[in-house]
């Protein structure tokens, strides 16, 4: 079982910075994939970004590459979502994930994982 509480959201202006933070509960934080995803108002949920524990490898949703960053410290059982240059349009809810099975590309694939947290509130103003 993993426990998962993300921190950092809040509102923004456009071309600003924000990291999100995500704290895990568990011993063997390590041997998961994590990642975020994101949902807007009257939209879809969507993929944002994942990292495998396997070999590290990371994968992005398009219209977030070259500006977000994902990134963990398993010793502090925490993966960090670093966003720059933001824009309007990555205002959303942001979930952490953790899954155990999944690599960073199959998260993206599947938009689905075993351990969701309760999500932290971005907003970006024009």
């Known amino acids: 079982q993993v426990q998962l509480v993300e921190s950092g959201g809040e509102l923004v202006q456009a071309g600003g910075s924000l990291r999100l933070s995500c704290a895990a509960s568990g011993r063997t934080f390590s041997r998961y994939s994590v990642g975020w995803f994101r949902q807007a108002p009257g939209k879809e949920r969507e993929f944002v970004a994942a990292?495998?524990?396997?070999?590290?490898?990371?994968s992005y949703i398009d219209s977030v590459k070259g500006r977000f960053t994902i990134s963990r410290d398993n010793a502090k059982n925490t993966v960090y979502l670093q966003m720059n240059s933001l824009k309007p349009e990555d205002t959303a809810v942001y979930y952490c994930?953790?899954?155990?099975?999944?690599?960073?590309?199959?998260?993206?694939?599947?938009?689905?994982?075993?351990?969701w947290g309760q999500g932290t509130q971005v907003t970006v103003s024009s």
């Open positions: 994930v953790a899954d155990s099975r999944r690599s960073s590309s199959n998260l993206a694939a599947s938009r689905s994982a075993d351990y």
């Open positions: 990292i495998s524990w396997t070999d590290g490898s990371t």
